[in-house]
């Protein structure tokens, strides 16, 4: 890291770091950051925005004041959109990012640093190394560009690349195999499924429509479901919205056979502590207001950011709604096979993955609109049942009559403009 931060502060051109993984990304950012010293490259309309929606300490807004950008996954997307654009446009000088960049084919960047001889968890071979080394120049910004690297390039030929689903290889999931036709799967395979086939617990269909989702978990549930009719119906046969028991009950009832201690980044640690997380959901609190009560814990500023932005991201938006469906379908297996009334969770889980606010402007943060600002303009983008509907409304608004900061113009304007 030493010797990194010492080739950066010799740098004077656009240079973009590549990283190995999100949390080395945020590594590399908070050293290099105070290393940097002030200059022309700055984003001061954005970080002000950014610290009063997020946090002004965390790193993200730190770097900006510094002409530091950061680019990966575990970032707001139209954040980290900015980030490239500001990059880009000559705002700030360095961008550091993992490796969901590389097939970026639009960076201006004079210096190419790659840090680390990994990528998400794997050696980096030479493939995505000539990705990155072919940008260096700025795709024809500058007529010399550099490469520097901190390990060796890789010389092995690209490993070979199975599809799980038809090689059917013996670490191939169970969950995988159960998507081919009977005909399809090999002797082999077809002895894999068969303890599945043969137990009676819940249907083999429903275990084939929890795509991806762990199949001896699903049995484990439909099991225990089982096992105490009187405690799980009344938990289960709730439709639209649960109760705070209700949500408390079904986090308890998946954790452990779904190993969701394994999920989220570890931004929720126990079923409890999950619960309590969705139900605080249900008031559409802003990210702010979620930032401040972990702040209040933890009172560390860039922990306090990244379990928010982690359990929005992951939980609320990916893993838990997906788990409610696959809950959803078990339960009604299991419940109408003893002629039980079942509940219905499609809508709930829904209204979790769009943190129980319209869709349409959800859906805005994918073309560089944060959440925030499109909540500001909600009124303007009237009528919207659709994301079509408010990109529509969205491409004709008059900013100029409206009150909204330099960040914030900033970012429709650039929405605006590739619509």
């Known amino acids: ?64 004041r510094k002409g530091v950008g950061i680019y990966h996954g ?118 894999r499924v068969e303890a599945f086939l043969k137990q009676e617990l819940v249907d083999y269909e429903t ?13 484990e549930i439909a099991k225990e479901i089982s096992s105490n009719l009187e405690k799980y119906v009344p938990m289960l046969k709730w439709r639209r919205m649960p109760n705070y028991a209700q949500v408390s009950g079904i986090c308890d009832l998946i954790w452990k056979p779904f190993r969701c201690s394994r999920l989220g980044a570890g931004s929720a640690v126990n079923a409890k502590q999950l619960g309590s997380k969705l139900i605080r959901l249900h008031h559409a609190p802003s990210t702010r207001a979620l930032i401040q009560e972990a702040f209040a814990c933890c009172h560390d500023a860039d922990e306090a950011v990244q379990q928010v932005l982690d359990f929005l991201n992951l939980w609320a938006n990916f893993h838990f709604p997906q788990l409610l469906r696959a809950l959803d379908r078990i339960q009604k297996d299991v419940l109408q096979k003893f002629g039980l009334r079942s509940g219905d969770y499609g809508e709930y889980a829904a209204k979790v993955e769009n ?25 303007y983008l009237r009528p919207y049942s659709t994301v079509d509907d408010a990109l529509a409304n969205l491409r004709h608004l008059p900013l100029e009559k409206m009150n909204l900061s330099g960040f914030e113009r900033t970012v429709v304007e650039d929405a605006q403009k590739r619509l």
């Open 355 to 379: 943190r129980f606010m319209a869709p349409s402007l959800v859906g805005l943060e994918e073309y560089g609109v944060p959440l925030e600002v499109a909540l500001k303009l909600h009124r």
């Open 74 to 191: 575990r970032i707001p997307r139209a954040l980290a959109h900015y980030a490239v654009a500001a990059f880009n446009s000559g705002v700030i000088r360095f961008l550091v990012c993992a490796s969901t960049l590389i097939d970026e084919v639009n960076i201006r960047d004079k210096n190419v640093i790659i840090y680390g001889d990994k990528i998400n968890g794997r050696s980096v071979d030479f493939l995505p190394f000539n990705s990155i080394q072919v940008r260096a120049g700025g795709m024809g910004q500058h007529y010399i560009g550099h490469v520097q690297l901190f390990n060796r390039p890789s010389s092995n030929p690209l490993p070979f690349a199975g599809i799980p689903i038809l090689s059917q290889l013996d670490n191939t999931s169970p969950s995988l195999l159960r998507q081919n036709d009977d005909e399809d799967l090999t002797t082999r395979s077809k002895k």
């Open 1 to 64: 890291m030493k010797t990194l931060i010492e080739l950066c502060q010799t740098l004077r051109d656009p240079t973009i770091i590549f990283c190995s993984s999100p949390k080395s990304a945020a590594e590399v950012a908070q050293a290099l950051i105070p290393s940097i010293a002030p200059s022309k490259y700055i984003a001061t309309d954005a970080a002000n925005w950014v610290g009063d929606n997020y946090h002004p300490d965390w790193h993200f807004v730190r770097g900006l």
């Open 207 to 219: 275990l084939r429509s929890n795509v991806g989702i762990d199949q001896q978990g699903q049995i």
